[in-house]
């Protein structure tokens, strides 16, 4: 058994974690953690708040709470702004668990003398001989390992994912059996710990509008847009045109978002490279054949990852479509996840 500190944050995922933790006799205390609040728009913090307490006081538990609100700034939301300032589509959410959820959330837990953390993701790890794997979870649908690609062994060491052998409507159908108060409350889209403002509100709160032409491949101007640092390859919503299309091309200098048929050839790659590369644990060979995916939401992909020195690269059996420079990419060999880099 041990003493867990268990994220408990409005949702259902975080509200079984809990309940399954102390089901399995650990000694359970909730922490709720106070990342970003917002008056101007519809920021959902409070809201949250009551929500957890809710839960902690259902299920007969101490909750704490942990005001972050200046680390998550430092370190994420100056992040999100610096980069797209350079005209950089940043992701987040992978730095959000590396330094927040799995660094400062998880060093405060261990200075009060708790032996782990507790979070909701679908992902698992597995121990041997004091070495630590990350495994996609069971629900593959939701699985979330592409996000936590950037955890080491210690963070792993002092983690856990109580949910990890259960499904999204497992976890719904046992969340109502025992009653859980928020069993229905639907999941959140948002950028991470900013749940309910979009991001290019988000991003307008510093960053200028810079208006100029939205063009097709063949450089006809089919509408005009508000700047281009607030568009990534491959978007398809928020470009208001009469005609569907996929953002193919992003020129930084001149402004230009050229959008195209999503069977554009400037869409498809084959190789690609790869910086700021991360190894989660075990060192494998190289060249390796692994599965890969650039983006959280895409299936598994067949390729071969080749290290030399510092850089890297995977080469995909088939072309992948929409491969966005600084997003991230993340490598498996079978269902273990060996780490991730960002694409150049």
């Known amino acids: 058994m041990f ?27 909730a922490g709720f953690m106070k990342n970003y609040i917002s008056e101007k728009w519809n920021c959902t913090t409070y809201e949250d708040a009551k929500e957890a307490i809710k839960v902690a006081k259902f299920l007969w538990i101490k909750i704490l709470s942990f005001d972050l609100q200046k680390e998550y700034s430092r370190k994420i939301i100056k992040y999100i702004y610096d980069g797209y300032k350079k005209w950089i589509t940043p992701n987040p959410d992978i730095l959000c668990n590396n330094l927040i ?64 052998e259960l499904t999204k409507p497992e ?26 403002i979009p991001i290019r509100k988000f991003l307008e709160l510093k960053l200028k509008k810079k208006i100029w032409n939205i063009c097709d491949e063949k450089w006809k101007v089919v509408w005009k847009h508000d700047g281009a640092r607030f568009f990534t390859i491959w978007q398809r919503h928020g470009l208001n045109l009469p005609f569907k299309a996929y953002v193919t091309k992003i020129d930084v200098k001149k402004n230009i978002v050229t959008v195209w048929k999503k069977e554009s050839e400037s869409l498809k790659w084959k190789k690609i490279k790869i910086w700021n590369r991360h190894r989660i644990g075990e060192k494998y060979p190289s060249p390796i ?35 966005a ?13 060996i780490g991730g880099g960002v694409i150049m």
């Open 3 to 29: 003493r867990v500190l268990v994220w408990l944050s409005w949702g259902v995922d975080s509200a079984l974690a809990a309940y399954l933790l102390k089901k399995q006799w650990h000694e359970v205390i």
């Open 101 to 164: 959820k799995f660094d400062v959330f998880l060093k405060k837990a261990l200075k009060m003398w708790f032996d782990k953390i507790a979070m909701w993701h679908y992902a698992k790890i597995k121990e041997n001989w004091k070495k630590f794997k990350l495994l996609r979870g069971k629900d593959k649908n939701k699985d979330q390992s592409y996000f936590l690609s950037w955890l080491d062994q210690f963070q792993l060491s002092k983690s856990l994912f109580p949910i990890w």
């Open 171 to 196: 976890v719904r159908k046992l969340a109502k059996k025992i009653w859980l108060p928020n069993a229905d409350r639907k999941d959140s889209q948002g950028l991470c710990f900013i749940w309910n």
């Open 289 to 323: 054949n692994v599965k890969a995916k650039i983006r959280y939401r895409q299936e598994l992909q067949l390729g071969k990852l080749v290290i030399k020195w510092k850089s890297a690269n995977i080469i995909f059996q088939k072309n992948q479509r929409a491969i």
């Open 325 to 337: 420079p600084w997003q991230s990419v993340v490598a498996y060999v079978k269902d273990e996840c």
